[in-house]
């Protein structure tokens, strides 16, 4: 029994082996990824830490299935992952709730049960209420909360605990008093839903607020440089030491691709 739980504990949510990808061929070709290994457990939540242009939405393009991988492998043993974008991508000709309880409905979910599961989404992310509004009479932060909504959704449809949430730098547009609240109730939600987190920031500070484990790729082509397992339940998620030493090693992979 305790081998058993020892094996599923052991077994990643998301493996990826060797993974290189190579747009277009010819002396035109662009590697953007080159020989990434990275295995992330089930409810981890991991940050993708890098520079412009080095590869991070590649990579998630790659773990979503979006992108077709050039070499290496990808593994993933959890529901089918859910995408949110920097951008909200919202349907405009639905409501903030018909835009949430649409994962739900495209995997057959019932219209009482999703609608149920659609307010209690917007409960959580707190826009309790505004089920009934259409995306352009919300706020840009509203938006992305409706997003958060809706991808958790998608996220949590095969039940609790086995689902993965991609970020492609979701509050990289918002500003920071917004991104801040919407970090705090990204972490509320992860913690309450038990989703496995993989998100892209090149922002140091929310990287190491939100993660509990932070990985670096260096420029082009992007390959894994530095990981970091970040102290929890510590509000200086890590403290400055941990701040500096990040950021140097990112600078240093900036300057050193510049070179
Ligand atoms: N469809 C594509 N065709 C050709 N080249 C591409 C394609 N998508 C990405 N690239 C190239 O691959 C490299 C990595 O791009 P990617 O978008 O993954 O970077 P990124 O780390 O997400 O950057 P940013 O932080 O600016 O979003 C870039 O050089 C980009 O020009
Ligand atoms: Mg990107």
Same mark, same amino acid.
């Given at each position: 029994?305790? /081998?058993?739980? =020892?094996?599923? #504990? $052991?077994?990643?949510?998301?493996?990826?082996?060797?993974?290189? @990808?190579?747009?277009?061929?010819?002396?035109?070709? &662009?590697?953007?990824?080159?020989?990434?290994?990275? #295995? &992330?457990?089930?409810?981890?939540? &991991?940050?993708?830490?890098?520079?412009?242009?080095?590869? @991070?939405?590649?990579?998630?393009?790659?773990?979503?299935?979006?992108?077709?991988?050039?070499?290496?492998? &990808?593994?993933?043993?959890?529901?089918?992952?859910?995408?949110?974008?920097?951008? *909200?991508?919202?349907?405009?000709?639905?409501?903030?709730?018909?835009?949430?309880?649409?994962?739900?409905?495209?995997?057959?979910?019932?219209?009482?049960?999703?609608?149920?599961?659609?307010?209690?989404?917007?409960?959580?992310?707190?826009?309790?209420? !505004?089920? $009934? @509004?259409?995306?352009?009479?919300?706020?840009?932060?509203?938006?992305?909360?409706?997003?958060?909504?809706?991808?958790?959704?998608?996220?949590?449809?095969?039940?609790?605990?086995?689902?993965?949430?991609?970020?492609?730098?979701?509050?990289? *547009?918002?500003?920071?008093?917004?991104?801040?609240? !919407? $970090?705090?109730?990204?972490?509320?939600?992860?913690?309450?839903?038990?989703?496995?987190?993989?998100?892209?920031?090149?922002?140091?500070? =929310?990287?190491?607020?939100?993660?509990?484990?932070?990985?670096?790729?260096?420029?082009?082509?992007?390959?894994?440089?530095?990981?970091?397992?970040?102290? $929890?339940?510590?509000?200086?998620?890590?403290?400055? *030491?941990?701040?500096?030493?990040?950021? *140097?090693?990112?600078? #240093?992979?900036?300057?050193?691709? /510049?070179?």
């Amino acid at each position: 029994m305790t /081998a058993t739980v =020892e094996r599923i #504990q $052991q077994t990643a949510a998301v493996d990826l082996r060797g993974i290189g @990808k190579t747009f277009g061929t010819g002396s035109g070709a &662009v590697t953007a990824l080159r020989d990434i290994d990275l #295995q &992330v457990r089930p409810g981890e939540f &991991v940050c993708l830490l890098g520079a412009s242009g080095c590869g @991070k939405s590649t990579l998630l393009n790659v773990v979503a299935g979006l992108e077709q991988a050039t070499t290496g492998r &990808v593994d993933l043993r959890t529901t089918r992952p859910s995408f949110m974008f920097q951008e *909200a991508a919202l349907l405009p000709w639905l409501t903030a709730g018909r835009n949430v309880e649409l994962p739900l409905q495209l995997n057959g979910m019932g219209r009482r049960e999703r609608r149920e599961r659609a307010e209690e989404l917007l409960r959580l992310v707190r826009l309790d209420g !505004l089920g $009934q @509004k259409r995306p352009h009479e919300l706020s840009g932060g509203m938006r992305q909360r409706v997003s958060l909504a809706r991808a958790l959704a998608a996220a949590t449809s095969g039940g609790e605990g086995d689902g993965l949430l991609l970020m492609d730098e979701p509050f990289a *547009a918002l500003d920071a008093i917004t991104r801040d609240v !919407l $970090q705090g109730e990204l972490l509320r939600v992860w913690e309450a839903t038990g989703t496995t987190i993989i998100f892209v920031t090149h922002d140091v500070r =929310e990287a190491l607020r939100l993660a509990q484990r932070v990985v670096l790729l260096s420029s082009r082509p992007g390959t894994i440089v530095g990981g970091w397992d970040v102290p $929890q339940g510590d509000s200086a998620a890590g403290g400055p *030491a941990l701040y500096d030493e990040v950021t *140097a090693r990112l600078r #240093q992979v900036i300057t050193s691709h /510049a070179a």
